[in-house]
């Protein structure tokens, strides 16, 4: 018999698979709302984030819908054939935590050794952000450039690479849904405006406010897709105009 590499399994995956053989088993019933997300985690033994992480990965695989204001719900097995593979995904919240250690540190680099011409390239960046959001058109690629200027900022081109890697994985199918359920105006406003305190410390060529203020980016962003799915940013979007209990076993979180 053949030997088979044995691949070290995110933890995320580790607790959607025992959520969807629940599913698939008739455990949770087609239709049934599942228990709330707080309770799930309390039964697996895992942190709300890595459950968030695994309910999201079931969303994307069609296994469950998440309905504003009511709950999270079980699906019909045929909206189960559009299953994704998520095998190479990265979980949303560890790129945010991997992020704030290392763009922290870049914010620090770019305003101890950013050149004039490169600060107003940030500049410019965050300008465009908040134009874009003023005419209502999504500003991601703008962010996406304060960040990268960010990087370039620091002559490092190891950095620029690394910073472009982990901001594009929030591109994938887990992070853009993640997203998707916390997107808005108002969240853009608060991104924008953190985003302002990054840039007024790169302007006073402050390194110490820079890591600091980019270290409070990412914990907020944090922060902002681990709360509630249902309730917290359910009822943001409303307010913007933007939807019978079982027990788990708890996770081996031992990587086998």
Known sequence: MPIEAIEPQRLYRQI??????????????????????????????????SL????????????????????????????????SDLSGEEGPLELIRAREMIEGE?????????????????????????????????????DRLFH?????????????????QLF???????FERLHSHFD????????????GLIMQALRERNPEQARAAMRRHMDIAFTRYSANLIREYGNRQQQE???????ARKVDTQLK
């Open 16 to 49: 959607s698979d025992q959520l969807r053989k629940l599913i698939v088993d008739g455990e949770f019933a087609v239709g049934s709302r599942l228990p709330s997300e707080r309770d799930l985690a309390l039964q697996l033994g895992v942190s709300r984030p």
């Open 52 to 83: 968030r992480e695994a309910l999201i990965a079931l969303e994307v695989e069609g296994h469950i819908e998440v309905r504003m204001g009511s709950g999270i719900y079980v699906c019909p097995p045929v909206q189960r054939e559009r299953r």
């Open 106 to 142: 870049v914010a620090y680099a770019a305003a101890q050794h950013g050149s004039r011409q490169q600060i107003a390239a940030i500049e410019e960046a965050y300008a465009l952000m908040i134009s874009n959001a003023e005419a209502g058109i999504d500003p991601l690629e703008a």
């Open 148 to 164: 990268i200027r960010m990087a370039e900022a620091t002559g490092n081109s190891v950095l620029v690479g690394l910073v472009t």
């Open 168 to 174: 594009d994985a929030r591109l994938g199918p887990l």
């Open 184 to 195: 808005g105006t108002r969240v853009w406003k608060e991104a924008i405006d953190e985003h």
């Open 241 to 247: 105009g933007k939807p019978r209990k079982r027990t």
